[in-house]
């Protein structure tokens, strides 16, 4: 065991998944997630006509979306926060900093991410949601989670949080030199959509206006990287727990329509990119359980992910708060 004081903790935060997909751990899993006041706010369903069958609605849509995304080895997503945990402590060894992964809804949970790195003796901690555009509502969530397992580890050092890091060149490089490497063609009539998951609106404490501005910044940021009109990158949100609710918009589905009715309607590629997803998670695919998009002429931009651009760009941001 290391000693005490020699080393920086590093808290990778995510959202999670079931621990198997058995039916009883994906029940767990969506239950936490849907009673969560700061993924979806006390009341919610409930402000809305026949909110008690939409939420059920919303626990069924979840079940098959969580089903296809298993595989014998496991969870991909999983699998990756492995190696990014193993490749960030190589890169980061220098710098006498330790990583370890938490999940708001998962395992290891936030609580046991914590508990290791006080066992191993750090002498800080820095907690790292892997959202580059949390909101606030799931900031808070992480600050509640890590201030109670400190507590609970009785962690006595020094704290700080990355809240957010949609800002950094490093991720905006990477972020539009993924979508090229997806077949984006800036001489083309190709089109790009930046996809944001939605916040409903009654719950959003801070207001709706940052948020707005901190993707408009990076639908701005990219279209200047890929040498892009702006009116060539659109920004549009998705609704992960239901349709009738009152969500922040515009939505996905109907800026696709939008553009593709009337007489000078766009019929080329449209890529999709998801700049706050940094690992594969599935969910993010999905409108309450329905595939937001298919067809022909639909191409979507894979998550940084695995990629040797997300350890840099992580390893950037890290080291930039260390």
Not at 31 to 38: H, P, S, V, W
Not at 90 to 97: C, F, I, P, Q
Not at 142 to 151: G, H, L, P, S, W
Request: hydrophobic fraction near 45%; charge should be neutral; include cysteine.
């Amino acid at each position: 065991m290391a000693s005490r004081g020699s080393h920086a903790g590093v808290l990778l935060v995510n959202r999670g998944l079931p621990a198997t997909n058995a039916l009883r751990d994906e029940r767990a899993f969506v239950q936490a997630l849907l009673g969560c006041r700061d993924v979806v706010p006390a009341g919610m369903f409930g402000r809305v006509k026949g909110g008690r069958g939409l939420r059920r609605e919303a626990e069924q849509a979840l079940f098959p979306v969580l089903d296809g995304f298993w595989t014998p080895d496991g969870w991909p997503y999983d699998l990756d926060h492995m190696r990014l945990v193993q490749s960030l402590n190589g890169l980061l060894s220098e710098r006498d900093a330790m990583v370890r992964c938490g999940m708001c809804f998962g395992s290891p949970s936030v609580a046991e991410g914590v508990e290791k790195l006080a066992k191993l003796g750090c002498d800080s901690l820095l907690v790292v949601p892997l959202d580059s555009h949390i909101g606030a509502n799931q900031l808070l969530l992480v600050k509640r989670q890590v201030r109670d397992a400190v507590e609970r580890a009785r962690f006595d050092r020094p704290v700080t949080y990355v809240e957010g890091f949609a800002d950094s060149p490093v991720f905006l490089r990477a972020l539009a030199a993924s979508i090229l490497h997806a077949g984006f063609s800036a001489e083309g009539t190709d089109r790009l959509m930046l996809l944001f998951e939605s916040q409903e609106q009654g719950a959003i404490r801070t207001g709706q206006e940052p948020l707005r501005r901190m993707c408009q910044r990076t639908a701005r940021a990219v279209a200047g990287l890929l040498g892009v009109a702006g009116e060539r990158v659109d920004v549009a949100f998705y609704r992960p727990f239901g349709q009738s609710l009152d969500w922040l918009d515009p939505f996905a589905g109907d800026v696709l329509g939008g553009l593709r009715e009337g007489d000078d309607a766009f019929a080329g590629r449209m890529f999709l990119a998801w700049p706050g997803v940094s690992l594969d998670g599935a969910l993010q695919y999905y409108d309450l359980g329905q595939p937001l998009f298919g067809g022909p002429g639909v191409v979507c931009v894979p998550p940084l992910g695995r990629s040797r651009a997300n350890l840099k760009v992580l390893e950037s941001v890290i080291a930039e708060h260390l």
